[in-house]
């Protein structure tokens, strides 16, 4: 039988030989032969609400509901979430994510701040993904009117062989015809952007999604913000676009920034626009609250 000091050298030696193995290996397939990440792009972005008792009462118990980022797309992944208060992290059927916070004890004036820091991955080029039901991106919906007659007449006009073609003549029909009107509040969806021949970032993207849709073309609206590096996400910012999808992968349209298939990494989606009956945010495209004497605005 080894004594003790013999066997804890053999079992050091062993280790140590382990160790050199795997050391080796990494010097003989080094991370450049290595399998490339998906989503090579590393990105920061933060965000914030205040949440204000405007009253002279306490509120004892009032809920807050923000979007956070979408957990994958073709070119995004949230790898990792940090947040300022404790959060149930609710996820819908379209891939959407949302932060879900029981505030109690607000005190009569007081507001408190709530802090999101999301570490995400992006990709330059999109990733196939797998697409559970492409049928509900095809579908007439409240702001898509792919049905109606004078959409599906302009859509006629528009279709190719190819889905790709399809979707960049629409892309480029809609830059022509329609003239950008500065923000608007209130969604007004396709039919109004076809009529006017004027709309904001969400018309553009309601009215291209529908033509596409109308060729059968799978499209869905975006919403998020546009980034090139760390940032310090602010509402002023947020934009609406459009993806479509050309049977291999979703591709990126922002009509209202003239943006084709350009510069997919910079697009920090937060929310897919599509109908979700499991929707937390219930229409909501940013935020929603309840609670009576509660006002919840998003900073910067």
């Known amino acids: 039988m080894l004594r003790l000091p013999v066997r804890r050298h053999i079992i050091f030696f062993l280790t140590l030989l382990g160790s050199l193995l795997i050391l080796a290996e990494a010097l003989r397939y080094p991370a450049a032969h290595r399998a490339p990440s998906p989503y090579p792009i590393q990105r920061t972005v933060q965000y914030a609400f205040t949440l204000q008792n405007q009253t002279n009462r306490l509120i004892e118990r009032a809920e807050f509901w923000a979007a956070g980022p979408v957990k994958e797309t073709a070119t995004q992944r949230c790898d990792r979430l940090e947040v300022s208060h404790p959060y149930q992290l609710i996820s819908d059927d379209l891939g959407n994510q949302v932060l879900f916070f029981e505030i109690r004890n607000?005190?009569?004036?007081?507001?408190?701040?709530?802090?999101?820091?999301?570490?995400?991955?992006?990709?330059?080029?999109?990733?196939?993904?797998?697409?559970?039901?492409?049928?509900?991106?095809?579908?007439?919906?409240?702001?898509?009117?792919?049905d109606a007659p004078e959409l599906t007449r302009v859509a006629a006009g528009l279709k190719s062989n190819r889905p790709m073609e399809s979707a960049e003549k629409t892309f480029q029909w809609v830059v022509s015809n329609v003239a950008y009107s500065g923000y608007t509040r209130n969604d007004r969806g396709a039919l109004y952007a076809l009529r006017k021949k004027e709309a904001d970032c969400t018309e553009f993207m309601y009215l291209f999604a529908a033509l596409c849709r109308a060729n059968r073309i799978p499209a869905r609206g975006m919403g998020g913000f546009v980034c090139t590096q760390n940032a310090l996400l602010r509402p002023s910012e947020y934009h609406n676009w459009a993806e479509f999808h050309d049977g291999k992968v979703w591709r990126i349209a922002d009509p209202q920034r003239k943006a084709f298939m350009k510069d997919p990494s910079h697009y920090v989606a937060m929310r897919v626009i599509a109908k979700s009956s499991q929707d937390p945010l219930a229409g909501f495209h940013r935020f929603r609250y309840s609670g009576e004497g509660l006002k919840v605005r998003m900073n910067g």
Do not use: C, G, Q, W
């Open 106 to 146: 607000l005190p009569p004036f007081s507001s408190r701040i709530i802090t999101v820091t999301a570490h995400m991955s992006f990709s330059p080029v999109p990733n196939r993904l797998v697409v559970k039901d492409t049928e509900r991106y095809l579908s007439p919906e409240p702001f898509y009117e792919a």
